[in-house]
């Protein structure tokens, strides 16, 4: 089993502060959402079902729910041309956009037992509480990421700053649990 992405986040900074209402009524698309009684953000999709764009009006914006880095890279560049041709910002304006986390699912192909799992990993870098949460949370040092493992041997590999490291992630995991077999 490989490990698959689930979700990549991304953020930027435009360096101007926005006038969300007037942003809302420039926009052509008719996939946004701005309500400030319940949200301070306004939500844009670039297209029907496309990933969540975030945006606030420090001029701070947040990109979810990609299923690749290309995806991300792409709805950001549109993003950008499009607040570009509304005059909002200069072209090839500087955003600082980077990957915030990549979110991957996994699985080690077997059961496991969640209690014999976070001993042998060791308690100070695991999290096991069934009667607040299912899974255990690990927390390996020097990975780069965090892994909530379910006893049914599904994984959730996060905070990770790109697919390798939770490739990575995931690999010191199996070795480990291969060890304690």
Do not use: W
């Not at 360096?15 to 008719?30: H, I």
């Not at 969640?114 to 949370?137: C, D, H, K, R, W």
Request: aromatic share 6%.
């Amino acid at each position: 089993m490989t490990v698959e992405i689930a979700n990549i986040v991304g953020s930027g900074d435009l360096g101007v502060e926005l006038d969300l209402e007037a942003l809302e009524g420039d926009l052509s698309t008719p996939h946004l959402e701005y309500d400030p009684s319940n949200y301070h953000g306004l939500y844009i999709r670039l297209e029907e079902g496309g990933p969540l764009i975030t945006v606030y009006r420090s001029g701070k914006y947040i990109i979810s729910g990609c299923p690749s880095e290309a995806v991300l890279r792409t709805t950001n560049d549109g993003f950008l041309r499009t607040l570009t041709d509304l005059g909002v910002i200069e072209e090839a304006a500087e955003t600082g956009f980077t990957v915030q986390n990549v979110v991957c699912t996994a699985t080690l192909g077997e059961m496991v037992s969640l209690n014999a799992l976070s001993i042998g990993l060791g308690l100070e870098v695991t999290e096991y509480e069934p009667e607040q949460f299912p899974g255990m949370v690990y927390r390996p040092e020097g990975i780069g990421a965090v892994m909530l493992v379910f006893a049914n041997g599904k994984l959730v590999i996060t905070g990770a700053k790109n697919v390798e490291t939770a490739e990575s992630a995931y690999d010191h995991l199996q070795s480990r649990v291969q060890q304690l077999v």
